[in-house]
């Protein structure tokens, strides 16, 4: 999938030479292409990018003043012919700074260094997962699930703090979380291996939870949790 | 486009190796960058103009940061160190008149430059043009 970008950039060549290298690369999409911090603001409100090619000196806000008013911070390629800017964009953590005009392969170069934090992001976003409860999405670390518990059309997912239902079967949420962390125990029960506090005959507890084991998963589930 | 067979020569006074690299012979390309570098360096000199008459430095310094990369783009790095020690003596005299000489001598070298930037994309043109027919 393609790295999906907005130049913001006041100076017309500048932002058109910005964007033959992305079309040269294959790996950039420009959603937008905005002559000051103003206009990408808003455009930024409304919609999600991984990447900022950022200008710095602009009219009206800087490309600093612009970070500062973000609601969420994308990728930041600062793109400027001043190198004394090289503090700031230390500062703000962005990606890398291009100092114009750049070569195709110091581009490439950047555009590299965000398809690899990319790729480490989405790493680390796969360790959650977004339930609908009440209308609204709610955020769920996987290590914070102790269990999942099937109520017919619902799930419940339990967590030290609290107890969310939610529309969805156990079919889908044993092809969603059942690998290393996830184990279901039974035909109503999933849970998180990690969170297991102990096991007699068929029955396991966490956090004084009381969940049955069933005789056709008690094989599996202990040969998932590390018996001495 | 790229055109591995037919390789398009820019005049000695570019820096042929860096326009080379910048633009991969895709003189389409470098004719559209040069094109619109040329139009913006004509309105950013006008704007620098008006600005150094109005006595404002910090306006005219903008000007000439603004209009700095544009001379990379064309393959005219001498010339961006040249915008550029000028942009940075804006932010050192206190008062405009101080920099008249070297704002006079930068404006007339701008001005020679543009002529020099509109014949060479007049060659880029029939360049691009030879190719199509």
Redesign the interface.
Same mark, same amino acid.
């Given at each position: 999938m393609k790295i999906t970008s907005i130049i913001v950039e %006041?100076?017309?060549? !500048?932002a %058109?030479?910005l964007q *033959?290298f992305c079309e040269?690369s294959g790996l950039v999409s420009v959603n937008a292409s905005c002559p000051d911090a103003e206009q990408a603001l808003a455009f930024l409100s409304e919609n999600l990018v991984d990447l900022i090619f950022l200008d710095v000196?602009m009219p009206g806000l800087n490309g600093f003043q612009m970070l500062d008013q973000l609601v969420y911070q994308p990728q930041v390629i600062l793109t400027t !012919?001043?190198p004394e800017y090289a503090y700031n964009a230390f500062e703000y953590k962005v990606t890398d700074f291009l100092k *114009?005009?750049f070569?195709?392969?110091r581009f490439l170069d950047a555009v590299q260094k965000v398809e690899k934090i990319r790729q480490q992001t989405a790493e680390t976003e796969d360790e959650h997962i977004f339930i609908k409860v009440n209308g609204k999405l709610v955020k769920l670390k996987y290590d914070d699930i102790l269990f999942m518990e099937s109520m017919g059309d619902y799930v419940k997912f339990v967590t030290p703090e609290k107890r969310y239902i939610t529309l969805n079967t156990m079919k889908n949420l044993e092809q969603k979380f059942c690998g290393n962390q996830f184990c279901k125990v039974h035909r109503s029960y999933i849970v998180n291996l990690s969170a297991i506090d102990d096991i007699q005959e068929n029955t396991l507890y966490i956090k004084g939870n009381e969940i049955p084991v069933s005789k056709s998963n008690k094989a599996s589930v202990l040969q998932k949790i590390n018996v001495l | 486009m790229n055109n591995p067979g037919v390789h398009y020569m820019f005049s000695g006074r570019f820096d042929s190796a860096y326009l080379s690299e910048l633009y991969a012979n895709d003189i389409d390309t470098a004719q559209e960058i040069f094109e619109s570098s040329i139009n913006h360096i004509g309105i950013e000199l006008n704007i620098a103009i008006s600005r150094f008459n109005s006595g404002d430095l910090e306006a005219l310094r903008r000007v000439f940061h603004k209009m700095k990369p544009l001379f990379g783009y064309v393959g005219l790095p001498m010339l961006h160190d040249y915008v550029q020690r000028f942009e940075q003596r804006c932010s050192d005299v206190k008062h405009i008149e101080e920099l008249r000489k070297e704002y006079e001598d930068i404006i007339s070298v701008i001005g020679d430059t543009l002529d020099m930037l509109r014949q060479e994309l007049y060659r880029m043109k029939s360049f691009n043009n030879a190719k199509v027919s």
């Open positions: %006041d100076l017309q060549p !500048s %058109d030479f *033959k040269r000196e !012919s001043k *114009k005009p070569t195709y392969q | -």
